[in-house]
Structure formats: C-alpha cells, structure tokens
C-alpha cells in the first residue's frame, strides 16, 4: 500500500517514526505530511529517513516537486492516517477547512480510506464540540482509532492516549485486507464473551476469571472480514472499536440466554466464547447480607440455562454454530463429547494444562475439532491470531 501519514502538534507526534518504521517493513510506501505545530515534536529528518520521501508540511515551499502537491499526493496514496489527530484537525476535518499542507490533502483525499487517532486530553475528547465532530467524521466513513486510557502527558490519567503504533498498524492492514477480500460481507455474526455474574445480593455475585478477550478478539476479526457482529458480552472491562460490531452488555447467564435467543434466528454464524455460570444462586438477597457467624452458611445454586445447547437445538439449515470447552483433564474425549451433545458444527478445546492459555492471558493455544473428529492442533499465539486460525476454519466449511 501507498500510506500517506498525517501528523499534527500532540505530544504524541514522538511515536510516528515507529508507525512509518512499520509500515516500511511490512514493505508499504509511506508519505509523511506534517502541520506546523507537528515539527516542535518531531523532525523533518527523522521523518525524511525512516520513509525515504521528502516531508511534505508546506503548502507554498518553492522546493515542492509540484504546485499542487495536495492532489498528486492524493493520486498518490491508497489510504491516509492522521496520527496524531488534535482536536483542532478533528475540527477541521469535520468543517472542510483547508488552511495548510495536510489539511488541505484531507479534503482532496474524499473517496479513499482515512484513519484518524486521536491523542489529547481527557477533557478535550469530552468536549461536545470534538466529540461533535468525531460522531460527523464516523457518520462520514473515516475510521476513528479510539485512544486509549492511560497516564497523559498533561499528568492526568484518563482517556485520550495515541493508540500505540503496532496496534495502528495491525487495524490498518488487517482492515485494509478485509475490505479487499470482504469474504464475510453479508454475513452476520454473534458471538458471546466474558464471565456471567450471578447475584447473591447487591454487592456480591458468584463470577469467573474470563476476561473477554479471545471473544472480543473473535468479534474485531470478524469485524475485519465483512460481517456485521453482534457481540453479547459479560461484565468486562474491554472497549471494541468497529462500525461492524454492536456490542450488547449482560450481566447474568439468563441475560446472555435471552440476548443470544432474540438474535440467533438472523445468524449465520454463532461462537459461544463466553464463560457461562453453569449455577445461580436460587434467590438473590434484596440489599447487602448481614455475617452468619460461625455456623457458616449456605446457598442454593440452581442450574442457569445452557445457551449453546439451546442454539444446538434450534440451529436451522445452513447456519453455523461454534463452542468452546475449557477442559482439565481427557481434554479431546470431553471436547468431542460436548460437540455432539450440544449440536456444534465446531469445537474450540482450551486445556488448562497449557501454559499461557486460557482466562486472563493475552495469548492462547486451542485445538479445532470438527463434527467429523477432525482436530488441528495450534501453537501458542496471541489471542488475535488465534481468532484468525477460528475464523480461517469457519470459512473453509462455509464453502464447502
Ligand atoms: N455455555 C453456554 N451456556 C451455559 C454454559 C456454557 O452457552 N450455561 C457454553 C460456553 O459458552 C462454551 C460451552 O458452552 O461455548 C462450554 O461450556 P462448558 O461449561 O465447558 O460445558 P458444560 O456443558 O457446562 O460441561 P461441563 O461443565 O460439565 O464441562
């Protein structure tokens, strides 16, 4: 691909030599072109011999290659990514103001992809004129890359940090790359994530240590490929950031039950991810329960409905359903036992005696058993790729 990099005057402008670093070796060609305000924070140098081109960042400069640079670069480049974005180009973008070298290329840049990061305090991205402008820039197509929450430049902690690059990179051309295949553009999605939580009264709950990560994993690869996600997740404290996804938020196994129940008839696909409670507690104490002493104390659990069981059995010609078992011990016989049982066209087997897998992790390690017993077996990865192989392995039976 040919990047064009848009930076403007935020702190961090300091982390855009590793985004063009990226790119460079993925073997894409990258064009910066940098506001005023952007070189207090980074050189023209830096920038010149990490991308091998000449910075653009002035409109009227006599050494330009043409007169009308803003639009040979436009001809020039597949996608452009404004990193750090300010407040203040937000704003421009969002009012059609050109007044120097990169907003200027930002208007003559209509029909292509355009990627914006924004960096900035807490309280500026709170501000209802940016958060104004940003809602028109969504509506319009460009793909915000949300920042993330962290320790600020300004001191404060809170949400406004730049994105970190190999994250931009990997939303960049992982998006790019779907968009161009679009394999699952007319398909719909649902997938669950996270723990339940079972009330035992209004300040504790019976819960898991699933963090939601392989689900929403699954759901932003999904995402990616086309298809329109609806990602039922439990307690968890992960964002998502795609127009393909609506994110549906429950607390308790019954909510996830009637979440998933309203959505599966429209699915083509469903992967059950989520760590479900299997048990309740029969009554839910109105308030906080008072110390028993001694004596200890006892709660009824009753069973919680299974949903992919249900899904199983209401599963209709042509649609796909996946599920996952997390298992300890005879790990391949219970899989495959829970595929039939349960009705599944695919089985995701976590063994809690891999190292590095399973709840809380950032990586994982699964093995795809199929209806015919079929199993391929992966190393470990990061639970992005892992949700790649999942998803590689649901389209090749869609086709079939
Ligand atoms: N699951 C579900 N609803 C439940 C319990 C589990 O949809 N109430 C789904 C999970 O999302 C996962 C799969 O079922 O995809 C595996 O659940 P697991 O708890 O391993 O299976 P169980 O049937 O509960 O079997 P066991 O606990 O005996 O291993």
């Known amino acids: 691909m040919r990047i064009v990099i848009g930076i403007t005057?935020?702190?961090?402008a300091y982390k855009v030599p590793e985004l063009v670093r990226l790119f460079r070796k993925g073997g894409h060609e990258v064009q910066c072109v940098a506001t005023a305000h952007a070189l207090n924070f980074v050189t023209p140098l830096t920038l010149e011999t990490l991308s091998g081109r000449r910075l653009y960042s002035d409109l009227f400069a006599?050494?330009?290659?043409?007169?009308?640079?803003?639009?040979?670069?436009?001809?020039?480049?597949?996608?452009?990514?404004?990193?750090?974005?300010?407040?203040?180009?937000?704003?421009?973008m969002a009012c059609g103001i050109g007044d120097d070298a990169l907003?200027?290329?930002?208007?003559?840049?209509?029909?292509?992809?355009?990627?914006?990061?924004?960096?900035?305090?807490?309280?500026m991205m709170e501000n209802a004129a940016v958060e104004r402008n940003i809602g028109t820039l969504k509506g319009w197509g460009v793909r915000i890359i949300e920042p993330t929450e962290g320790e600020l430049a300004c001191g404060a902690v809170g949400k406004g940090r730049?994105?970190?690059?190999?994250?931009?990179?990997?939303?960049?051309?992982?998006?790019?790359m779907s968009n161009a295949n679009g394999?699952?553009?007319?398909?719909?999605?649902?997938?669950?994530?996270?723990?339940?939580?079972?009330?035992?009264?209004s300040v504790r709950f019976i819960g898991n240590y699933s963090s939601g990560k392989m689900g929403f994993a699954l759901a932003e690869e999904f995402a990616r490929r086309g298809a329109k996600v609806a990602l039922v997740s439990g307690p968890t404290s992960l964002t998502v950031n795609h127009r393909g996804i609506e994110r549906i938020d429950v607390e308790s196994a019954q909510q996830m039950y009637e979440a998933c129940m309203e959505r599966f008839e429209n699915c083509d696909v469903a992967v059950l991810s989520a760590a479900v409670a299997d048990y309740r507690p029969e009554q839910a104490y109105d308030g906080k329960m008072k110390k028993k002493g001694d004596s200890g104390m006892v709660i009824r659990l009753?069973?919680?409905?299974?949903?992919?069981?249900?899904?199983?059995?209401?599963?209709?010609?042509?649609?796909?359903?996946?599920?996952?078992?997390?298992?300890?011990?005879?790990?391949?016989?219970?899989?495959?036992e829970k595929l039939q049982r349960k009705g599944l066209d695919m089985i995701v087997l976590n063994s809690l005696r891999d190292k590095g897998a399973g709840f809380g992790t950032d990586t994982n390690k699964v093995?795809?058993?199929d209806r015919q017993g079929k199993a391929t077996e992966g190393g470990l990865k990061s639970k992005a790729d892992v949700a790649k192989d999942i998803i590689d392995a649901i389209e090749s039976r869609m086709v079939q």
Request: aromatic share 6%; net charge negative; proline share 5%.
């Open 9 to 12: 005057g935020g702190i961090a």
């Open 62 to 92: 006599p050494a330009n290659e043409h007169s009308t640079e803003h639009v040979s670069l436009k001809d020039w480049g597949d996608i452009m990514i404004v990193a750090p974005a300010t407040a203040n180009i937000i704003g421009k």
């Open 103 to 123: 907003s200027t290329l930002l208007l003559a840049f209509g029909g292509k992809p355009i990627y914006v990061c924004p960096a900035m305090n807490t309280q």
């Open 162 to 176: 730049m994105e970190e690059p190999e994250r931009i990179y990997d939303i960049v051309v992982n998006g790019q």
């Open 183 to 201: 394999r699952l553009s007319d398909k719909q999605v649902l997938v669950t994530a996270g723990p339940t939580y079972e009330r035992i009264d």
């Open 302 to 336: 009753v069973q919680t409905p299974d949903i992919l069981a249900t899904l199983g059995k209401r599963k209709g010609e042509g649609q796909l359903l996946v599920g996952f078992a997390l298992e300890t011990t005879n790990e391949m016989a219970y899989a495959q």
């Open 367 to 369: 093995t795809i058993i």
